[in-house]
Nanobody, 118 residues
Framework: QVQLVESGGGLVQAGGSLRLSCAAS????????MGWFRQAPGKEREFVAA????????YYADSVKGRFTISRDNAKNTMYLQMNSLKPEDTAVYYC???????????WGQGTQVTVSS
C-alpha cells in the first residue's frame, strides 16, 4: 500500500516551467514503478511519463517528449516531473500513480492543477 500526494501545480505563462512533485508514504516506494498522467476538461485521462523502480528507464508521451523530464529520488520517497516550454494544451489536472511490476497502476494521488495561459 502506498499513498501519493502531488504538489507544485499552478498558473504559468506559455513557455514557462513548473516542477511537480509526488510524495509517497511507506517504505516500499523504491519497489514501485511510477507514472504521471493528466486529464484536461472534457477529455479522457492520458499518459504523460513513466519511470521504473530504480529510475534507470523512463518513458514519455510523444506530446511531451523533449519538454518534460521524469525523475525520482528513492531516498526521499519522491517523484518529480520537470515541465519546460509549457503550452496551453498542457493545461490539465496532473496525477501521479504507482504500480507493482507491470501490473496496472493501483495507487493514485488526488491530482494537482496545471494551467498554462497563452
Amino acid at each position: 500500500q502506498v499513498q501519493l500526494v502531488e504538489s507544485g501545480g499552478g498558473l504559468v505563462q506559455a513557455g514557462g516551467s513548473l516542477r511537480l512533485s509526488c510524495a509517497a508514504s511507506g517504505r516500499t516506494f523504491s519497489s514501485y514503478g511510477m507514472g504521471w498522467f493528466r486529464q484536461a476538461p472534457g477529455k479522457e485521462r492520458e499518459f504523460v511519463a513513466a519511470i521504473n523502480y530504480s529510475g534507470s528507464n523512463t518513458y514519455y508521451a510523444d506530446s511531451v517528449k523533449g519538454r518534460f523530464t521524469i525523475s525520482r529520488d528513492n531516498a526521499k520517497n519522491t517523484m518529480y516531473l520537470q515541465m519546460n516550454s509549457l503550452k496551453p494544451e498542457d493545461t490539465a489536472v496532473y496525477y501521479c500513480a504507482a504500480r507493482s511490476g507491470r501490473a496496472a497502476y493501483d495507487f493514485w494521488g488526488q491530482g494537482t492543477q496545471v494551467t498554462v495561459s497563452s
